[in-house]
């Protein structure tokens, strides 16, 4: 058994270093370029799909249709989860990273983007970025987040970890979550069993499949991604920066 693991393609707020969160953008014509190469990798590497999984956010399902459009993964088969969606960057979503890094200090932005347990800071109940005001979300019957940390994301994220990973160990086939930095940090966190401190140096690049295999015994028995290493350095290293002063 597979499990592919996907961050979606760059979106207009990725471009732009802003923090997006709930916030639905599209892809840039760079993202739409990276989900035909994210595509395009699962079939030179035969990694034939079972399942697709994803989130409600656009960046997302539009990389995941570019994907099963190229492998002819019926559409109908996805499956959309609220609880794949990207951490919520209450007060700081619309603002831009280098930016609020100038104002605020690098080491305050990288707390609120990669510590465990410190949530941004959080949006007011009226905002107009409250996801209540979003007919998307408007069938969730948990509680809405107005702000989260990576130890929100994981709480909200593990009822649906716990069950989808009891359906696919069934399978012994290979299966695509298509999702967000932080909800896949989420995950890699659970799979490689990373301590809260460990968790905090990984970054997650969009538009590459992290491919994790699993021994007999289905622990993890190797992980890679689908690009060449120094490109996927680079790529990394971009991800790094965002959150420093330009």
């Known amino acids: 058994m597979k499990l592919i693991l996907l961050r979606h393609g760059e979106s207009?707020?990725?471009?732009?270093?802003?923090?997006t969160g709930w916030t639905d953008v599209p892809l840039t014509q760079n993202g739409i370029a990276e989900?035909?190469?994210?595509?395009?990798?699962?079939?030179k590497n035969n990694l034939q799909i079972q399942s697709i999984h994803t989130s409600l956010l656009e960046r997302a399902t539009q990389t995941t249709h570019i994907i099963t459009d190229i492998i002819n993964f019926p559409r109908e088969k996805i499956k959309y989860d609220w609880r794949l969606n990207e951490r919520h960057y209450g007060s700081l979503q619309g603002l831009n990273k280098s930016e609020t890094a100038s104002k605020y200090g690098e080491d305050q932005v990288h707390i609120w983007r990669r510590s465990f347990d410190i949530s941004p800071p959080l949006l007011d109940i009226g905002d107009e970025?409250?996801?209540?005001?979003?007919?998307?979300?408007?069938?969730?019957?948990?509680?809405?987040?107005?702000?989260?940390?990576?130890k929100d994301v994981?709480?909200?994220?593990?009822?649906?970890?716990?069950?989808?990973?009891?359906?696919?160990?069934?399978?012994?086939?290979?299966h695509l979550i298509i999702a967000h930095s932080n909800s896949l940090r989420a995950i890699v966190k659970i799979l490689d069993k990373l301590s809260d401190k460990e968790i905090m140096s990984v970054n997650i690049p969009t538009g590459i499949p992290l491919?994790?295999?699993?021994?007999?015994?289905?622990?993890?028995?190797?992980?890679?991604?689908?690009?060449?290493?120094d490109?996927?350095?680079?790529?990394?290293?971009?991800?790094?920066?965002?959150?420093k002063v330009k």
């Open 129 to 150: 970025r409250h996801p209540r005001f979003n007919d998307k979300f408007k069938n969730i019957s948990e509680k809405l987040p107005i702000g989260e940390s990576l």
């Open 12 to 19: 207009i707020w990725n471009l732009e270093n802003r923090f």
């Open 231 to 243: 490109k996927l350095k680079e790529k990394q290293a971009m991800v790094i920066n965002q959150g």
């Open 154 to 174: 994981i709480n909200r994220l593990n009822p649906f970890w716990i069950s989808y990973f009891n359906q696919i160990i069934k399978s012994k086939g290979n």
């Open 35 to 43: 989900a035909n190469f994210s595509g395009n990798q699962l079939l």
């Open 211 to 229: 491919v994790y295999s699993f021994d007999v015994n289905l622990n993890v028995d190797s992980k890679e991604y689908l690009i060449d290493k």
